[in-house]
Structures are given as C-alpha cells and as structure tokens.
C-alpha cells in the first residue's frame, strides 16, 4: 500500500471515529436503538457451532492473543530481519493505542455493556469502543503494513490482505454475535484503531525522513 493511500485511509478513519464519537455523545438514545435492533437480528443467527467459532475467533484478539502475537512479530523484525525501528514502532503503536488510547476513552465515556443474559463469554470493563475491534486492527493492520514494506511480490500481497481483512471484520462481529458489544462499540474501535495506526505510520514517516 502507498503511503498516500495510507493517508487517506487515516483521514477517513478520523472522520469515521469524530462521527460515531459525537454521535455517542450527543444522540446516545438514539444510538442505543440502533445497536439493540442490530444485536437483536444478530442473535437470531446463533447456533452451537457458530457459537464456538466465534468464541474462538474473538480470542484472537484478546490480551493473551494480542500479547502473544505483538511478541512474536517483534521479536521477528529485531532478530530475524534486524528491522529496530519498525519493531519499535509496531511495539510502540500497539502499547499506546491498546493500553491508553482505548481505555482512556471507555473510562471517558463509561458505557454499559449488554445484559448479561444476551453474553455467551464474559466480559469486564466499558463497553465503548471495542478493545478487541481496535487491537484487530492495529495487530493485523500493522502486519499487512509491516509485510508489504518487507515484501515486494504482489502476487501473494492481496490474497494476505484479503484474509487479514477478513479476520478483522470476524474478530468485530463476533463481538456482537457473543453479545458482549453493540455494532457503534465495534465501528469505533475499527477507526480507532485505523486513526492510530494511520498516524503512527505518519510519524514513523517523519522520524525517518528526518535521520536519512
């Protein structure tokens, strides 16, 4: 993906995240209609094998898989392909858009998550955005990221994105199908995590330009 492409997507991402941030603020009633009415349609789809799939998937994006995989990715660029700086931006992105930005925004807007009649796992915390939407994006969108810089055959490079878009889309649905989140809780924490990963590429941009 070009950089100007990237820009783009960031730029969008912003308005996407200030759209559904002042909608969360200024018409939540309204908003809770919609995520109930979207829930309710979803669930009419559960069956035990779904059930168990989804439970699977959402865990990709949990603390430990998120942990698991940031680790492993990291560890690869620094030691396998001597890659510091893009290990320490990918390390760095993921800290601060998993660990602060994302909690930081729960506690701000404190919202309830779904009865715990309608949940098929647990669940703590906010419900506003989703953590497991935004690390998604920020974890898988910063490996296609990191495979298309290391990486130059395109024969391989749609089919891999294709795939981690897919997984994302699945990790954010699934969130709703579990009953844990509401459809504004997963598009939040999709352009959450699209802004931050857009913007720290935007600075790792500069940081390099500015040493070369």
Sequence with gaps: MKYRQIRYLTIGAGILLAIMLMLALFTSHRLDHTDEAFSQWVFTWRQPVLD??????????????????????????????????LAFWYALMMLVSNLLVNPLLKNVFQRERPALSVRLVEAGSYSFPSGHSL??????????????????????????????????????????????????????????????????????????????
């Excluded at 439970?55 to 660029?77: E, K, M, R």
């Excluded at 997984?167 to 802004?195: K, P």
């Design 52 to 85: 168990t799939f989804f439970a699977t998937v959402t865990d990709l994006a949990g603390a430990f898989g998120i942990i698991v995989l940031s680790t492993i990715i990291v560890l690869t660029l620094v030691f396998y392909f001597h890659q510091r700086t």
């Design 135 to 212: 690390g998604a994006v920020t974890a898988f969108g910063g490996l296609m990221l990191i495979l298309a810089y290391l990486y130059r055959n395109k024969n391989w490079r749609t089919p891999t994105n294709i795939g981690l878009l897919l997984l994302i889309g699945l990790i954010g649905f699934s969130r709703i199908y579990l009953g844990v989140h509401y459809l504004s809780d997963v598009l939040t924490g999709f352009a959450l995590g699209a802004f931050c990963l857009g913007l720290s590429v935007e600075i790792l941009n500069r940081h390099v330009s500015n040493d070369s």
